[in-house]
C-alpha cells in the first residue's frame, strides 16, 4: 500500500533551475517503459523487466498516485521520483516512514540532475509534511546512490544483507538541510 497521508494530490509543478518535477502524464508512458526495461538502470534493483511485458501492462498514464513525480528536462522525462510509505516494512527503523526512491534513465547519470531533483522534492515533502523524516534504501554497491545520499542529508541507520547484497539504510531527520541544489530561477 502506498500513502503519503493528507496531502493535497497533485502538486503544481515544482520548478528548478534545470528541471520541472510535476505528475506523470500519458506523455511519459514510453519513458517509463525505457526506464523500467533498463538494465543499466536495474543494476543494482533486481535486473530490468520485459520490455514487451511493460507494453502490455502499462497504463496509459503511469505511476499516477500520489508522491509520484517524474522529471522532465526541456519537456522530456528524464527520472521517476518516490515518496512513499510502504507498510509491512521489514526494517524496524523505516517502519511507518516515508521513503525516497529515484530511478533516472542512463542518459541522465553524472550531471546532477538525480541531486537537483530530489532536493526540490524533499524541499515539497518538508512544507507539506513537516517534522515526517524519510529513509532511503539502497545498495552499498551503488556508489552513486551512496553518494546521492550523503549530499542529501541521509545518515546511515544501518546494513543489511538482502538479495544476495549488502544494503544501506538512511535516514533524513527532519529540517535536515543537505547540500544546497540551486532553486529555479529568479
Known amino acids: ?3 503519503l497521508g493528507p496531502v493535497a494530490w497533485p502538486p503544481a509543478p515544482i520548478r528548478t533551475r534545470r528541471l520541472v518535477i510535476r505528475e506523470p502524464e500519458a506523455r511519459d508512458r514510453a519513458a517509463f517503459i525505457d526506464l523500467l526495461a533498463s538494465p543499466e538502470v536495474h543494476t543494482y534493483l533486481g535486473g530490468p523487466r520485459a520490455r514487451d511485458e511493460l507494453e502490455r501492462e502499462m497504463p496509459e498514464v503511469p505511476e499516477r498516485w500520489p508522491g509520484s513525480f517524474v522529471v ?5 522525462m528524464i527520472g521517476h521520483i518516490l515518496l512513499r510509505r510502504a507498510h509491512g516494512n ?3 527503523a523505516a517502519a511507518g516512514k516515508v521513503d525516497l526512491g529515484y530511478l533516472f534513465l542512463p542518459r541522465a547519470w553524472g550531471l546532477g540532475y538525480a541531486a537537483e531533483a530530489c532536493e526540490a522534492a524533499l524541499r515539497w515533502f518538508d512544507g507539506v509534511l513537516p517534522g515526517e523524516p524519510v529513509v532511503l534504501h539502497t545498495q552499498t554497491a551503488n556508489v552513486g546512490s551512496m553518494r546521492l545520499a550523503a549530499k542529501l542529508g541521509f ?16 535516514l533524513r531527520s527532519p529540517g535536515t538541510n543537505s547540500a544546497r541544489v540551486p532553486g529555479p530561477p529568479a
Do not use: C, K, S
Open 155 to 170: 545518515t546511515e541507520v544501518e546494513r543489511f544483507r538482502a538479495w544476495d547484497a549488502e544494503q544501506w539504510l538512511g
Open 1 to 3: 500500500m502506498i500513502e
Open 90 to 92: 521489514r526494517r524496524p
Open 72 to 76: 522532465d528536462l526541456d519537456g522530456a
